[in-house]
């Protein structure tokens, strides 16, 4: 069997970088999501750092271009992989209570799917992905609170070393999401007793959280 070769030939094709093309998106990029300070309170700004909360309602997110490019690409991705994947009877659903606002990405008329696209990769344990993912299941939770049902499911989609699908179904009891809940109002009411103060929450002892924040420059100055 003869192997053809690559032609050893110099090349003739021109290369050039457009470095105008890609400050163009870079831009735009920016303008997508170079929004106003945030108003409201969601569930999604009562899991993890109080303090960057309370900087969204007065600064505008400052977004380097590698979250700039996971968070669109992110986003993206989840919102047509999924859709491709779960019931066509799941719609996008805003539900309110006692003041904050949840956002749930596939509501069913039985059950709702709470669905996470993530770049890490699966860990050894279902045990361990829900430890380390805390902040997902406190979310997952307080959605089923607030649509007074004690059952969700959930799906991640692990992108590294390689594609990986997972589907969960979370059970709670009710006394176990009215503590859940009671945390959330109480996060609620701190944040609005240190803004009549004047005074800006504590940071969040997970350091991780801090590489990535949008308002790291704003809160370092604090």
Known sequence: MKVLLPLERERKMDVQRLNADEEIWHEKLQKNYDNEPRTGMHVSDLTLCLRQTA???LHKPVWDNTTLFRFTMGRSMEKSFFSDLLPESTQEMSVEKD??????????????Y???????KEPSSVDKLFADKF?????????????????????????????????????????????????????????????TNSELPMKTPLTWLCRGCSYKEVCDDS
């Open 55 to 57: 900087l969204s309602r």
């Open 135 to 195: 902040y997902w299941v406190e979310q997952a939770g307080a959605y089923t609170h607030m649509r007074d049902r004690t059952e969700m499911n959930f799906v991640v989609c692990f992108l590294n070393p390689i594609p990986r699908l997972r589907s969960y179904r979370l059970t709670w009891d009710e006394y176990e999401l009215e503590d859940l809940w009671n945390k959330f109002l109480e996060n609620k009411e701190y944040i609005e007793m240190k803004k």
């Open 99 to 112: 003041g904050i606002v949840g956002h749930i990405d596939f509501a069913g008329e039985e059950i709702d």
């Open 114 to 120: 709470e669905c996470k696209l993530t770049w890490g």
